[in-house]
T-cell receptor, first 114, second 114 residues
Framework: GNSVTQMQGQVTLSEEEFLFINCTYS??????LFWYVQYPGEGPQLLLK?????NKGSSRGFEATYDKGTTSFHLQKASVQESDSAVYYC?????????????FGLGTTLQVQP | DTTVKQNPRYKLARVGKPVNLICSQT?????MYWYQKKPNQAPKLLLF???????READTFEKFQSSRPNNSFCSLYIGSAGLEYSAMYLC?????????????FGKGTRLTVV
């Protein structure tokens, strides 16, 4: 079936350090891949999405490239800020069809220290 | 206004008692979802309404009920709460039909069953 794997439970960085969060997925067909971010006290919100293989999604300095060969969709940011502290979810759009159903990874909690 | 509102934010319930959680959206979205989030687990889809049609996930089919009296409102009902229902419940909405459509989440209701 469809699934998403995120390995890191918690990442602690200092401001201006590089962020890299692993994500791999398993599905058939042509998936839509998302990164959602959840700030404290808020619901998850869309950070970026990619619908075409080998394409890159980007938003607010974050980037993720959909690699069909390695079935990966890693998230990265060159220089994090304290305001980036949040939980980051790698998410797979369920298939078939466009129901909007989402399959979440476990999430990675990012703590950025000033 | 791209908000999904959930009431209440916190709910305390007794074992064996019913629980009713409320969600509303003003984006005229045709689809509304309920997700359950437990500590150290990924958010998990419980059910969703596409227009007036209820779709429940196979493994939660008998545990949760829902109603959608109009396009804007959706409720999640637990007939007899057990300790295992303690979790964060996230309501979400989207417009179905477009691949990769954004799903908007509420802030959640934290249910504690004692």
């Amino acid at each position: 079936g469809n699934s998403v794997t995120q390995m890191q439970g918690q990442v602690t960085l200092s401001e201006e350090e590089f962020l890299f969060i692993n994500c791999t997925y398993s599905t058939t067909g042509y998936p839509t891949l998302f990164w959602y971010v959840q700030y404290p006290g808020e619901g998850p919100q869309l950070l970026l999405k990619v619908t075409t293989a080998n394409n890159k999604g980007s938003s607010r300095g974050f980037e993720a490239t959909y690699d069909k060969g390695t079935t990966s969709f890693h998230l990265q940011k060159a220089s994090v800020q304290e305001s980036d502290s949040a939980v980051y979810y790698c998410v797979l759009g369920d298939q078939p069809g466009n129901t909007g159903k989402l399959i979440f990874g476990l999430g990675t909690t990012l703590q950025v220290q000033p | 206004d791209t908000t999904v509102k959930q009431n209440p934010r916190y709910k305390l319930a007794r074992v064996g008692k019913p629980v009713n959680l409320i969600c509303s959206q003003t984006m005229n979205h045709d689809t509304m979802y309920w997700y359950q989030k437990k500590p150290n687990q990924a958010p998990k889809l419980l059910l969703f309404y596409y227009d007036k049609i209820l779709n429940r996930e196979a493994d939660t089919f008998e545990k949760f009920q829902s109603s959608r009296p109009n396009n804007s409102f959706c409720s999640l009902y637990i007939g007899s709460a057990g300790l295992e229902y303690s979790a964060m419940y996230l309501c979400a909405s989207s417009s179905r039909g477009r691949r990769g459509t954004e799903v908007f989440f509420g802030k959640g209701t934290r249910l504690t069953v004692v």
